[in-house]
């Protein structure tokens, strides 16, 4: 497991969160196809949180793309970074996220993010801050639709419907499974929607979720009960 620091230029208000995004959004990159689905490695990242003891844990899981078996994982946990704000969540989780990839013993391939890319209401969610700082193509997969519309996709495997901004299309409701509520899909970095929608699916043949979220999510929940029962990240704020 690897402690983190927080970044001594992080931003701290709304204000400068705001104008990071707006730094970074021009440089996300759409026409680009990513890696063929199926192939090479994914990695899922995830977050949990103990706001009473300040901490947040991330994991990043990498997944053989064919088989879905687990490659390598690595853990990190550190200081909450920022506050709870709608819309700016990647600032409470991304140096923590960079750390546990960064800790990782192997390329990560694709990264799939339980959250956000360009579904997002400046077009700049955790997905793409996460595909631009790291020049890693990134898609996110999310459990809800935002602040976003939809109508509901047919109920078949694979069914879709365009995820809307007004009349502007920021991603896609997915079925993942026949007549099971659909999961919300976006581009990150480096990959299209119509890739993104191919690696969700290739990534979810008996659950809702992609095995990339389901064992990132199980992994940072442990790394964050550890860390909470040994106190590991007591001078992670420095």
């Known amino acids: 497991?690897?402690?983190?620091?927080?970044?001594?230029?992080?931003?701290?208000?709304?204000?400068?969160?705001?104008?990071v995004q707006d730094a970074l959004r021009g440089r996300v990159?759409?026409?680009?196809?990513?890696?063929p689905p199926g192939t090479g490695r994914v990695t899922g990242v995830d977050v949990a949180y103990d706001d009473e003891r300040d901490l947040v844990a991330a994991a990043a899981v990498v997944l053989d793309a064919g088989s879905l078996e687990v490659v390598a994982?690595?853990?990190?946990?550190?200081?909450?970074?920022?506050?709870?704000?709608?819309?700016?969540?990647a600032f409470r989780e991304i140096p923590t996220v960079l750390a546990?990839?960064?800790?990782?013993?192997?390329p990560p391939g694709l990264v799939v993010?339980?959250?956000?890319?360009?579904?997002?209401?400046?077009?700049?969610?955790l997905a793409s801050h996460l595909g631009v700082l790291t020049g890693l193509p990134t898609i996110g997969v999310a459990k809800n639709p935002f602040t976003f519309t939809f109508t509901t996709p047919a109920a078949p495997r694979g069914s879709t419907a365009p995820l809307l901004a007004g009349a502007e299309e920021v991603g896609l409701?997915?079925?993942t499974r026949d007549?099971?509520?659909?999961?919300?899909?976006?581009?990150?970095?480096?990959?299209?929607?119509a890739d993104a929608r191919a690696h969700t699916l290739a990534l979810t043949p008996a659950y809702r979720l992609p095995e990339t979220?389901?064992?990132?999510?199980a992994l940072c929940r442990r790394a964050l009960r550890e860390a909470g029962s040994t106190g590991e990240a007591a001078g992670a704020d420095a």
């Open 100 to 106: 546990a990839l960064d800790a990782l013993p192997c």
């Open 179 to 193: 007549a099971v509520k659909p999961v919300f899909v976006s581009v990150g970095h480096r990959v299209t929607l």
């Open 1 to 19: 497991m690897t402690n983190v620091r927080i970044p001594a230029d992080w931003p701290t208000t709304e204000e400068q969160a705001r104008a």
């Open 29 to 35: 990159v759409l026409d680009e196809p990513g890696p």
């Open 173 to 175: 409701a997915l079925r």
């Open 113 to 125: 993010c339980d959250g956000y890319g360009l579904a997002h209401p400046r077009r700049f969610g």
């Open 73 to 89: 994982e690595a853990t990190a946990v550190g200081r909450i970074s920022f506050p709870y704000v709608p819309g700016l969540l």
């Open 213 to 217: 979220t389901r064992r990132a999510d």
